[in-house]
């Protein structure tokens, strides 16, 4: 089993920064893939940025803005969001592919709103 604790959501202004922090626990060797996902109200699921090893993926709506890095050390996933809009508002999910299986974290909001 893995166990994810999302943290550093918030509320924040257009133009505004925040960074996620996402701590894996349990058997997290092999763990393969981590990466984040929201969901906005009303809406699906939708994965913002994934990494694998030293690959980066990030959806078209965030590319530029949102930077995905891992510590191996602190078994931590971090997702830095700058130049945030209202429309990344949004409950930010951790994500963790091992052996095949996905675990989740609870989630953390994040707000952004003047």
């Known amino acids: 089993q893995v166990q994810l604790v999302e943290s550093g959501g918030g509320l924040v202004q257009p133009g505004g920064s925040l960074r996620l922090s996402c701590v894996a626990s349990g058997s997290i060797f092999s763990i393969n893939t981590m990466g984040w996902y929201r969901q906005a109200p009303g809406k699906e699921r939708e994965l913002v940025a994934g990494?694998?090893?030293?690959?980066?993926r990030y959806a078209d709506s965030v590319k530029g803005r949102f930077t995905i890095s891992r510590d191996n050390a602190k078994s931590t996933v971090y997702l830095q969001m700058n130049s945030l809009k209202p429309e990344d508002t949004a409950i930010y999910y951790c994500?963790?592919?091992?052996?095949?299986?996905?675990?989740w974290g609870k989630g953390t909001l994040v707000t952004v709103s003047s």
């Open positions: 994500n963790a592919l091992r052996y095949g299986i996905e675990y």
């Open positions: 990494i694998t090893g030293g690959r980066t």
